[in-house]
């Protein structure tokens, strides 16, 4: 699951980075505002709660279609069906029952209600974490457990095989592996993995859709194991029409050469901004663009911690790679333009104009002499690189 790139605290008369803090009833009403700290937002509410007032009598006046009609068939249905959708792509729900998780298995702190506490408490701050040997030897158990669960969620993928399907066969793995799925409820979110399809960039809800021969999807798997977090996702394609798609397998594949491009950087030395420079680069050398919004992040007893890797170049990312270090790199690459938008679920981020994107992460360990890929692939992995068709 991508970090949020850096946003500007909506309190009064802050000109502070905020984090991922919002007011609970913006969020209730479909809204943003991100605020640095608990105590910003108090100082801030009296002037800020007249928002609130101006929304209602707009919702008021003019109240939204919420739901489409149910068919009658399926008992499918669109929950957006006035929103203005860049590309073909449509949510259909309604979405399966909140999976649980056995109270054998140590849940984050953000499992019951949704809010990263630990998190929370390091906004702001720009220190890196630097792990220990036990605490680099916890990292590479959870990122080959999460290897593992992702492997098992590609091999499934066919047409007519639904995103919540697969989101069942994550959140089963996980639980097999003594592990929390650590997307369920992070801020939130209603699923154990994030799927997302053709146009999707990241986030996307695993729904009632089936895939499409010609589809491609972004599987993004993180599990919580022993109180650290292991991060990873791939793009798949679903069917032979996708691999003779030129451009989906232009975009797919370039978006793994981002990756692996970027990760021949990873040292002691590396400045955290520079991986953006190499991914953007070579993007463009194959008539692609980057996405600007989401970025790389720390990981390890937290799944969103410091550093930001973003992935676009001239960026202006704080801090140095030390050994010890971990973090995730994983670009976003589109076909047209990096520009994105979100859906009314507060999550789903697709293109602004319906063109593909596809992603690709590792989690990495910087070591004293190099790095080492905590999520690489197995012999036996799906999936896999294709040959890159021409560029016109």
Request: aromatic share 8%; net charge negative; glycine share 8%.
């Amino acid at each position: 699951m991508a970090a949020v790139a850096t946003r500007k605290c909506t309190g009064l008369d802050c000109a502070k980075d905020a984090g991922t803090l919002q007011c609970p009833t913006c969020l209730k009403m479909g809204t943003d505002s991100f605020f640095c700290s608990q105590e910003c937002f108090k100082r801030s509410w009296t002037d800020h709660k007249t928002i609130h007032k101006k929304s209602n009598i707009l919702t008021n006046l003019f109240p939204p279609k919420v739901v489409s009609e149910p068919d009658p068939a399926t008992g499918h249905f669109n929950p957006f069906p006035s929103f203005n959708f860049a590309g073909s792509l449509r949510p259909v729900y309604p979405l399966s029952s909140t999976r649980t998780i056995p109270k054998t298995i140590p849940y984050p702190d953000y499992a019951r209600d949704g809010i990263p506490r630990s998190e929370q408490k390091l906004f702001g701050q720009h220190s890196i974490k630097i792990l220990n040997k036990e605490e680099q030897e916890g990292m590479r158990v959870v990122c080959r457990l999460a290897r593992e669960v992702l492997d098992i969620a590609g091999r499934a993928l066919q047409p007519g095989v639904t995103t919540d399907y697969i989101d069942e066969l994550v959140h089963k793995a996980c639980i097999e592996r003594e592990s929390y799925p650590s997307p369920l409820n992070y801020m939130h979110f209603p699923k154990s993995v994030c799927t997302s399809v053709n146009e999707t960039i990241c986030h996307g809800i695993p729904d009632q859709r089936p895939l499409e021969d010609g589809d491609i999807v972004n599987i993004d798997v993180t599990l919580y194991h022993k109180g650290f977090h292991g991060d990873i996702n791939e793009t798949y394609y679903v069917g032979d029409k996708a691999l003779a798609n030129k451009e989906a397998v232009r975009v797919v594949e370039t978006a793994r050469e981002c990756l692996d491009k970027s990760i021949e950087l990873v040292k002691p030395g590396m400045l955290f901004r520079d991986p953006g420079n190499v991914i953007e680069k070579h993007a463009k050398s194959q008539n692609c663009s980057v996405v600007k919004t989401y970025c790389g992040h720390g990981i390890n007893q937290l799944f969103h911690c410091a550093p930001n890797v973003p992935h676009y170049g001239k960026n202006k990312a704080v801090g140095t790679a030390k050994p010890g270090m971990c973090f995730t790199i994983e670009p976003m690459i589109n076909i047209g333009t990096h520009r994105d938008r979100t859906w009314p679920d507060d999550w789903t981020s697709t293109t602004a104009d319906g063109a593909l994107s596809a992603q690709f992460e590792h989690t990495l360990l910087v070591t004293e002499d190099g790095v080492e890929v905590l999520t690489a692939r197995f012999p036996d992995s799906p999936g896999g690189p294709v040959p890159m068709p021409g560029t016109e």
